[in-house]
C-alpha cells in the first residue's frame, strides 16, 4: 500500500467577486519534501496557502492531510509559518514571540524555560542570546525574519509554511535565509511549502517546483528539470524575460 | 423612459446602500456576538486582561479627570446663572451632583474614552491585520477574538464603571471648587446639599451606562480594527470609524438608557 501525500489539494477553486484567482489546482506533497510554488504577482499563491490553513474557504475541491480530510485544528498543532513581513508581535520581546504556542494552554512552560527554549532555537537560526530580549521594532529586517524562522521552527513542526521568505532582503542576507531554510527542514524532515518569485530561493529550497498560472498549476516537477522543462509560461518566469506567453504589465 | 430609468436608478442606489448596511449591521452583530461568547469559553487570558485593564482604565484616569472636573465647575457656573434669574441659586449643588453623575460624567467619560481607547484598540489591532499578525496569532492555534478581542471588550467593560465613579467624584469636586471659591457657597452646606440630594439610583445608573459605554467602545475599536483595509490609509479609516460609530452609539445608547432606567 502506498503512503498517502502529506498534503494533497483536488481541484481547489477560489473566487472573490469576478475574480477566479484559483480554477482548478491539484497538487501533491510529499512527507518530508519541501515543494516550491512559484508564479507571477496576482496568480493566487498566497491564497492558496491561506485555503490550506483555513483564513481562506476554498469555494470547490478537498483539501487532505496524510490522506484524511484536512482537520484544521489538528494541523496547525503540529505547524509553523514564516511570514512574508514575519508577523512578529511587536508588543511582545523576541523571546515571548518564539516561544508563543510554548505559552499557551495547561501545560505552559514556564518563563525561564521558555527564554531557554528562544535562546536555542535563536542560535540555531544564528543569532545571539541577547537578541530574545529586544523587541522586533529593535531588528533589522533581516534578523526579523531568522526570528520568524526561529518560531516558525520552535515545536518542531512536521509542516512548515514560507511565504516570501527573502522578499526585501539585500541578496546575500537572502542566500543565508534561504541555506538556513534547506538546512533546517531537511535536518527536521519536515514537509514544506514555498511561495515566492525568487529564483534563488527556488534552487535552494525546492525538491519539487509548481508553476502557478491563471490560477492552474501550469507545470509541476522536479527543481533539477526546471531549466529544460520545455514549458514556454516556466521557461518565460525563471529567465525574468519579458517577451512571452505571460503578459506582463508595461 | 428617461425619467423612468433615472428613477431606477436612484430607486438602486437606495436599495444596494440598505443592503450594504444591513449587511454591515449583520456582520457587527455577529462579531459581538462570538466576541460575548467567547468570554465564558476556556482558554482565558487574564495577563492580557491586566494589562488591558492598565491601559484602559488606569492611563485614561487623567483625561477623565480632568474633562469632569473642568465640566462639573462649568456647569456651576451655568446653573448658578440660570438658577439666579429665577432666585434658585440654591440649587447648583443638587444639580451640579444629579447633572453630572446621572448624565454627564457617564456620556464625557464614554466620548472621551472613545477618542483615546477607541482609536488605539482599532489602530493596534488594524496595524496587526495588515501586517498578517492575526493571521500568525491563527497558525499558533490562537484563536484572534479570545485573544485580542475578548480582553479589551472585558476590561473596557469593567474598567469604565471605576473611572465614571472616580470622574463623577471628581466632577463633583469641581463644582464645589467654583460653588465654594468663586460663588461664596458656604461649605458645609454645599456638601450637605449634594449628599442629602443625591439617591442611590443616580449613582448606578450612572455606573451602568458607563459599563454599556466601555462595552461599545472597546467592540466597535476591535471591529473597525479587524476588517480594517490594507496599507495606512485602510488603518486610519477603521480608526476614525471606531470613534465615530462609538461615538454615535454611546449617544444613542444613552437615551434609550434614559429612557429605560428613569421613565420605565
Known sequence: MSIPAKISLNHLAKAFGPNKVLRDVSLEVETGKSLVVIGGSGTGKSVLLKCILGIVTPDAGDILVDGKPLNRVDFLHDFGMLFQGGALFDSLPVWHNIAFRQRQGKNRLSKKQAQELAIEKLRRVGLKPETAFQHPAELSGGMQKRVGLARAIATDPAVIFFDEPTTGLDPIMAGVINELIREIVVEMGATSITITHDMSSVRAIADKVAMLHDGKIRWHGDVTDIDHSGDPYLDQFIHGRADGPIEGVR | ?264
Not at chain 2, 464614554?110 to 489591532?125: K, P, Q, Y
Not at chain 2, 476588517?227 to 460609530?245: E, F, H
Open chain 2, 1 to 264: 423612459m428617461q425619467a423612468i430609468t433615472l428613477i431606477n436608478g436612484f430607486l438602486a442606489s437606495i436599495g444596494r446602500s440598505t443592503l450594504a448596511m444591513l449587511a454591515a449591521i449583520g456582520r457587527l452583530a455577529i462579531f459581538t456576538a462570538a466576541s460575548v461568547s467567547h468570554i465564558f469559553r476556556p482558554p482565558f487570558y487574564p495577563v492580557e486582561l491586566a494589562q488591558q485593564l492598565l491601559r484602559i482604565g488606569y492611563f485614561s484616569l487623567p483625561v477623565v479627570g480632568l474633562t469632569t472636573l473642568f465640566t462639573g465647575g462649568a456647569l456651576a457656573l451655568q446653573i448658578y446663572a440660570g438658577g439666579a434669574r429665577f432666585n434658585a441659586e440654591s440649587v447648583v449643588p443638587s444639580i451640579v451632583a444629579i447633572g453630572m453623575v446621572r448624565e454627564l460624567g457617564p456620556v464625557l467619560a464614554g466620548l472621551m474614552v472613545a477618542g483615546r481607547v477607541g482609536a488605539s484598540i482599532a489602530a493596534e489591532i488594524g496595524t496587526m491585520r495588515v501586517t498578517e499578525q492575526i493571521d500568525a496569532l491563527t497558525t499558533l492555534s490562537t484563536n484572534p477574538i479570545k485573544y485580542l478581542v475578548v480582553p479589551r471588550v472585558l476590561a473596557a467593560t469593567l474598567a469604565m464603571p471605576v473611572l465614571v465613579l472616580i470622574g463623577n467624584i471628581i466632577g463633583v469636586m469641581g463644582g464645589y471648587l467654583v460653588g465654594v471659591y468663586r460663588l461664596d457657597f458656604n461649605s458645609a452646606a454645599y456638601i450637605s446639599n449634594t449628599v442629602d440630594f443625591l439617591e442611590i439610583g443616580d449613582v448606578t445608573s450612572g455606573l451602568i451606562k458607563a459599563a454599556v459605554f466601555g462595552f461599545i467602545v472597546a467592540v466597535m475599536g476591535c471591529y473597525h480594527g479587524f476588517n480594517s483595509g490594507r496599507g495606512a490609509q485602510g488603518v486610519g479609516q477603521a480608526t476614525t470609524n471606531a470613534v465615530v460609530s462609538a461615538s454615535i452609539l454611546i449617544l444613542a445608547s444613552n437615551y434609550l438608557l434614559t429612557e429605560l432606567l428613569f421613565t420605565a
